[in-house]
């Protein structure tokens, strides 16, 4: 699919775009969402939630089964074949991925790009090896980040349960030389709060890692997204709470970042009728 | 008093793999069984009067009937039989009738500022136009962030007294607890439900407020039909029947070097006075369709809440809980006596509200469950020793005052039961687990 873009960013790179994105956590059968990651409430049917965002404009949609770890179980294969028939802009697919085969079964099933965390905590070695197998592009590392002092950070696993005692920012290095193509940024602390991003955290990563760095958690006004802009370059944002809820849609924060010079891919009216 | 020993003898030849009965510590059912809704086993004790709590006292247990179906399950499944409108006309009329216009107090909520206390307390005062006093009884250790939970609440708009106890008396309290009875929770527990009544009488506020009600968790059923707070709970007709850590307070003022007024902030308030004033006890909880997971929300929401920076070993949760560091222990003293640990409780509660399924229950417990909690413990043992030098009378009474780690696991394998537990090749594992 070819978007058309306005003529002021038609000279932009893709990494200089903002993607706005989809997230949609899962369990289970389930869409759920939470705060800090935590208290998980039903939403509702992730499948109708994905085709309305995609429907609405999103660039990509990001599904996550956070608790595929907590539970020790890996059940995202349904949700991903049944999205496939109806959601045409790249999908990834984190949670609950520990090896090679998971991440070729989710491939297979539709997915474009791999998220993992917990296993690469564990075993670093298989970013590569996903890398290896279907380049950088289909392997992204996602991060849960929790400040633990002014400027500092740490991973976590398992949902924001587990600490892991790794730096993030070093971690993200390193999970960009071990042939990560992305990073995949939560913070812990704004998640589902609707306070805003943690833009230093955002920043901190940004300014050393050379991949395209997407920031989630926070979300909950249009200011939000000019504050971040502001501070850290990330080349795309997260949002879950306010779509989920119904807070936004994707055409007013499209208008609000034309309006304050964020670049985004803009849908042509013409684009929708042909689908 | 004898001397509290350096080491227990454990008789292994009583945890060995075994065909024939084995014995069961405390009064619990010889033979484990689980709740097919929830995880939680026949093995979970009900709430007890703490201060008449002795290493000789029977449990009585959880009921899970015919069906296998546990109590705590039969009244969630009630609930959804309850017409919430009726039961909010029932507070209403209740607030009506209590409600102050004269500048003073109208209702106690006692609480530390947790997501639950918070809502009781928020509620009451914006919904429902009461004048709540709040009053806290302080956890043994606060963690950072339970305090700063608890700073919120305050400024959320609420008055609050907070009872700190003597931290000397409090201590050589929960080491008594843990020698006699395994149960480092125990000073909490007694001073946190003595506190309100006692402040109702103080402050001549005779309405008292909590949020939720104990039955939610497996107190008889009867107990939840009645709002009104039955006062064999927290009042004593005799002092003589009162033993705080397992120990009479004979022997805590003979042996233990304590006076009189270092218990009184354990002991319950006296009937008389409490009598007079009148006082009411309610549970928030008939009335308001009650959701832990919805109070996280809330809290969040009208409060800015934090959940626990990690999830607290022994369990997946980060929001329940969380604001004393010898939590860690209560749960895992429980696991070591009941087979049932944190997250045991927090997975048959959230199944119970509808947060999460039994398979996933089974799996998180099976996960988590009887973890045991390093984070705290080099805290918890110093809190838990009685030096010389701090308690020159009471620490004769130990044959090793200090804690440390041989000598809490020591104590564990003692306060273990063989129709639990097995020992076999140098590991302890549980005879029986949910599935």
């Keep these: 699919m070819v978007s058309s873009l306005p003529s002021q960013v038609n000279s932009l790179t893709p990494r200089q775009i903002l993607r706005i994105i989809a997230r949609l956590d899962i369990k289970g059968a389930n869409l759920i969402k939470g705060i800090h990651l935590e208290g998980l409430r039903v939403v509702g049917d992730p499948q109708v939630h994905a085709e309305k965002y995609y429907n609405d404009g999103a660039d990509e949609i990001i599904y996550m089964d956070t608790v595929a770890s907590l539970y020790g179980r890996n059940n995202l294969l349904d949700v991903v074949t049944r999205a496939t028939e109806h959601v045409f802009v790249p999908m990834t697919v984190g949670g609950g991925i520990r090896s090679v085969e998971d991440a070729r079964a989710l491939l297979r099933a539709g997915a474009d790009k791999v998220a993992i965390n917990t296993a690469a905590v564990k075993d670093p070695s298989l970013i590569t090896k996903i890398s290896d197998v279907w380049g950088s592009s289909t392997i992204v590392l996602s991060i849960e980040a929790k400040q633990t002092s002014p400027g500092k950070w740490e991973a976590y696993t398992d949902n924001g349960r587990e600490r892991t005692g790794l730096d993030v920012v070093q971690w993200a290095e390193r999970g960009a030389q071990l042939g990560a193509g992305e990073i995949f940024l939560t913070s812990v602390d704004q998640e589902g709060t609707k306070n805003g991003f943690d833009c230093q955290l955002v920043s901190a990563v940004t300014k050393l890692v050379d991949i395209p760095v997407v920031a989630s958690g926070g979300f909950g006004k249009l200011d939000h997204l000019k504050e971040l802009m502001q501070v850290s370059k990330p080349t795309g944002v997260a949002i879950a709470d306010s779509l989920h809820y119904k807070k936004f849609n994707f055409n007013e924060i499209r208008a609000f970042c034309v309006s304050n010079n964020i670049a985004t891919r803009q849908r042509s009216a013409d684009e929708k009728i042909s689908q | ?435």
């Design chain 2, 1 to 435: 008093m004898s001397l509290f020993p350096k080491s227990r003898t454990i008789d292994l030849k009583n945890f060995e793999p075994s065909e024939t009965p084995l014995t069961a510590k405390y009064g619990l059912p010889e033979k484990v069984s689980f709740c097919q809704r929830c995880v939680t086993s026949n093995q979970k004790p009900i709430s007890a009067i703490e201060f008449q709590h002795t290493s000789g006292s029977i449990k009585q247990a959880i009921h899970i009937d015919d069906e296998n179906i546990c109590d705590a399950c039969r009244v969630a499944e009630k609930k959804s039989l309850i017409d919430w409108d009726a039961r909010d006309a029932e507070l209403r009329e209740l607030c009506d009738r209590h409600r102050s216009n004269d500048g003073s107090y109208d209702c106690l909520v006692p609480g530390s500022g947790g997501k639950d206390s918070f809502v009781a307390a928020h509620m009451l005062k914006y919904k429902y136009g009461m004048h709540p006093l709040t009053v806290t009884w302080a956890p043994h250790v606060y963690t950072e962030w339970g305090w700063r939970n608890f700073q919120r609440w305050i400024h959320a708009g609420f008055d609050n007294y907070l009872c700190t106890p003597n931290g000397r008396v409090h201590r050589l309290l929960t080491r008594l607890a843990v020698e006699n009875l395994f149960h480092p929770f125990q000073a909490f527990i007694l001073g946190q439900k003595s506190l309100a009544p006692k402040m109702a009488v103080l402050h001549q506020i005779p309405l008292v407020f909590y949020g939720e009600n104990e039955a939610e968790y497996g107190n008889p059923i009867g107990d939840a039909d009645s709002a009104k707070r039955s006062w064999k709970y927290f009042s004593a007709p005799e002092k003589s029947s009162i033993h705080l850590g397992g120990t009479s307070i004979k022997d805590l003022t003979t042996d233990f070097g304590l006076e009189d007024v270092d218990l009184d902030p354990y002991l319950p308030a006296n009937p008389a006075g409490l009598e007079k004033l009148g006082i009411e006890v309610h549970y928030l909880g008939y009335y308001v369709k009650w959701h832990p997971q919805s109070c996280y929300y809330y809290s969040v929401e009208h409060g800015g809440f934090e959940a626990s920076p990690e999830r607290t070993p022994g369990t997946y949760s980060k929001y329940n809980s969380i604001d004393d560091r010898i939590d860690d222990f209560h749960y895992y003293t429980t696991f070591i006596k009941y087979g049932i640990g944190r997250a045991t409780y927090d997975a048959a509660q959230e199944i119970r509200s509808g947060d999460i399924n039994r398979d996933e229950g089974v799996a998180l417990v099976q996960r988590f469950d009887g973890e045991y909690p390093t984070r705290f413990s080099d805290e918890i043992f110093a809190y838990l020793s009685i030096p010389e030098k701090e308690f020159p009378q009471a620490s004769k009474m130990f044959e090793q005052p200090i804690m440390d780690l041989n000598y809490f696991n020591n104590l564990a394998d003692s306060f273990r039961s063989p129709h639990l537990w097995s020992y076999n090749k140098g590991q302890w594992s549980l005879r029986y687990q949910v599935k």
